[in-house]
């Protein structure tokens, strides 16, 4: 019975992938019991129940309400926050400066061209540490004082502390304005891709599409904020004690992290653009050239729709990096998880593997969501074949 | 043939992994005189506790103190492989093995004695929690920082105390936070903070690399009770007794008059508390497992505790602190060393 069932192939090759799988397991479980035993030999103590005791420490920038007396759980969320604070506006900037520069590598404006050229040679070959070294110790030792602040029309200022800038304050009626922001912003979309459909099936667009959404999105909230009586002032920063207080600060870890990761990133999203653009054949400019379309519209209509498919999945691997890369945080004292969990928390608990294995899972997720999106995004612009 | 297979292997399996589970740490004294030399974790540069010269060549009270023991364990003080860590990495270089003794300015708290699987061997030198700021500023007191811009080590039992100190005055600071006290230094210099804590030790030693270490201040405070001493991995009593007695032998020396110049003409001293420090006479080192004249070996080649500290952080160097509580217990301090009996 056993011989025959060895004889089959399918069975055989069941049997060794069991064999396989079980011998992997009995691995994973031999390192694992092997820990739990040596930090239990140690004297170390193991568990999560950290999470629940009291911080201590102070974290210069949160999204969240955060004072010491919160538990070590409230760093994890600030981080982690912080983290993803860099991440988005890293990959918003990161994407627009890596098309522009794309382009313009394109351009058959010569000095454009070169200077994109340059721009990618330069950032690219060099070291993303370095880069983000570069920026912090610039801003650092060439900006003023708090109380020689550069300042523009009194209302912006910019000094070693970082930047700041006056934050709107609404009431209760300003605040219904900006739902009514939100409201007019949701119904634009709804217009767009009504729009879409109403073309796809007629040829026709709908008619005054443009006039409409701009009415929308500024008519409404206007006339809410009229309406509900609401009041708006700007909470302006102004320099008390040691520093300015007031208004929205952006510290110079973060700005010199997410100028690094920007920059850095824009300069592989722009050889990604380069290289889809150029991946779109050239008798498909031409023809749209022949058609009349002016070269806006031959790049917007024709080119890049097609280039997107080939651009997106280099690009997720760019949002992935970058999302990794700003890990680097810690380097400059930027308190993202890295630096607050995996390096303040850690070091204060002692509980370097729970906490190092909560840090590689959240990286995990982030880049495992944003793969996920960016894969969705991807089937929405492939081509369909009819 | 199937089941054969599993006969086979899974015995096999079952050995190999009862044959390598949980590698007991063997004995960490055995291990240093195999390799021939001490692993000792220090920092990774603060002047008169442990920093490198333009030569790569140690020094410091922390340093010295490796040196001590090696000079105990292995007959040489010189036989010491130096591993500069932050504060960061500090605690996971001793747990791991990576090594044998942490000498490296670290607080004695009960978490770190508790919950890390560390125990400390005493306190080499009693620190507490200052503060530094720009003359420029006119503060006078720690009770006017409301606000401020606070450079700080992370990691640290400062950050703690730090964060206590503020909520408990009521008052507001934002931390700027540095893996090294190097960094914390730059961070100062260049204005990115207001105020530089940590140690007053520290703070002294930190002030001389600013570029212009006479526009700051250190001020009156001092918020906590820092007493810093070396660490070892818990499980290993004799090593913990070595490194404990290594630093009491010190302490006593200095209580006893004995110094690395005198240690010889020492030896035949007819005071008997001097025998048996010296291991002339009394317990010797045979109960740890050294040799006679180990104790002799760490006066001879490194010295008392008074040499120790006068050359690294007091009168024989630019730091110039005094004894204060660092003082033997005789003298108005609270160094205090059990007796050598």
């Keep these: ?386 | 043939m199937l089941k054969a297979l599993v006969k086979l292997t899974l015995p096999a399996l079952l050995l190999t992994s009862a044959g390598l589970q949980a590698n007991q740490a063997g004995s960490t004294l055995e291990t240093v005189k195999e390799k021939g030399f001490l692993s000792c974790g220090v920092n990774t540069g603060l002047p008169g506790f442990s920093s490198p010269d333009d030569k790569g060549k140690w020094s410091g009270m922390d340093v010295d103190f490796c040196r001590g023991l090696a000079a105990g364990v292995l007959g040489d003080a010189n036989k010491v492989k130096y591993i500069p860590l932050t504060a960061k990495e500090r605690f996971t270089a001793l747990q791991s093995g990576e090594i044998d003794v942490l000498s490296r300015n670290t607080t004695w708290t009960l978490t770190r004695d508790a919950s890390l699987g560390l125990n400390f061997a005493g306190v080499s030198y009693y620190d507490g929690q200052g503060f530094m700021v720009s003359k420029d500023l006119g503060v006078t007191s720690a009770k006017q920082l409301d606000g401020a811009a606070v450079c700080i080590q992370s990691g640290t039992t400062s950050e703690l105390n730090l964060a206590d100190y503020f909520r408990t005055n009521g008052m507001k600071y934002q931390p700027v936070v540095f893996d090294t006290s190097d960094g914390t230094a730059k961070g100062f210099d260049s204005g990115r903070c207001d105020v530089l804590t940590s140690d007053q030790s520290q703070l002294y030693a930190l002030r001389l690399r600013l570029s212009n270490p006479g526009k700051a201040v250190v001020l009156p405070e001092v918020i906590s009770k820092e007493p810093l001493g070396p660490l070892v991995r818990q499980g290993d009593d004799q090593w913990f007794n070595i490194v404990k007695w290594s630093l009491s032998v010190m302490i006593n020396a200095e209580e006893l008059g004995v110094t690395s110049a005198n240690a010889d003409k020492m030896r035949s001293s007819a005071n008997p508390s001097i025998k048996r420090l010296l291991g002339v006479d009394g317990p010797k080192g045979k109960g740890m497992g050294l040799n006679d004249d180990w104790s002799y070996q760490v006066i001879k080649q490194v010295g008392n505790y008074s040499e120790v500290f006068e050359t690294n952080v007091g009168e024989g160097s630019p730091l110039k602190i005094e004894r204060g509580l660092n003082a033997l217990w005789s003298q108005g301090g609270i160094l205090y060393a059990p007796p050598v009996r």
């Design chain 1, 1 to 386: 019975m056993l011989l025959r069932l060895w004889r089959d192939s399918a069975w055989r090759a069941v049997l060794f992938q069991v064999l396989l799988i079980s011998l992997v397991l009995l691995f994973g479980g031999w390192i694992v019991d092997n820990t739990l035993t040596n930090l239990e030999n140690r004297g170390i103590s193991t568990g999560f129940d950290f999470l629940s005791q009291s911080a201590g420490f102070g974290i210069i920038q949160s999204l969240i309400e955060y004072n010491e007396s919160l538990s070590f759980g409230h760093t994890f969320v600030v981080g982690l926050l912080n983290t993803l604070l860099v991440s988005a506006l890293g990959i918003v900037f990161a994407t627009l400066l890596g098309f522009g520069m794309g382009v313009a590598r394109l351009s058959s404006n010569w000095l454009l061209a070169k200077v994109a050229a340059v721009y990618v040679e330069v950032f690219r070959n060099i070291p993303l540490l370095l880069q983000i070294f570069f920026w912090y110790f610039a801003v650092l030792s060439v900006l003023p004082s708090p109380r020689q602040s550069l300042s523009l029309f009194d209302i912006f200022f910019l000094n070693i502390r970082g930047v700041f800038l006056p934050e709107p304050v609404f009431d209760a009626g300003g605040m219904i304005a900006v739902w009514a922001f939100v409201v007019a912003a949701v119904l634009t979309v709804g217009l767009v891709l009504l729009n879409k459909r109403q073309r796809k099936n007629t040829g026709r667009p709908l008619p005054f599409l443009k006039a409409t959404g701009a009415l929308l999105l500024i008519g409404l909230p206007v006339v809410t904020f009229w309406l509900a009586n609401g009041s708006l002032h700007w909470d302006v920063p102004h320099l008390k004690g040691f520093g300015f207080k007031g208004g929205i600060e952006l510290l110079p870890e973060l700005l010199a992290l997410w100028f690094a990761l920007t920059v850095y990133t824009a300069a592989f999203i722009a050889e990604v653009v380069r290289s889809g653009i150029e991946s779109v054949s050239k008798g498909q400019k031409e023809a749209a050239a022949a058609l009349g379309l002016r070269p806006g519209r031959v790049m917007n209509l024709v080119v890049i729709p097609q280039a997107m498919r080939v651009i997106i999945p280099p690009l997720t691997n760019q949002y992935l990096n970058l999302i990794k890369n700003s890990s680097l945080a810690t380097a400059i004292g930027y308190p993202d998880l890295v630096s607050v969990f995996a390096g303040t928390t850690l070091n204060q608990t002692g509980q370097a593997i729970e906490v190092i294995a909560m840090t590689m899972a959240v990286y995990l997720t982030i880049s495992l969501t944003v793969s996920m999106l960016m894969n969705m995004y991807n089937r929405w612009v492939a081509l369909v074949e009819r």
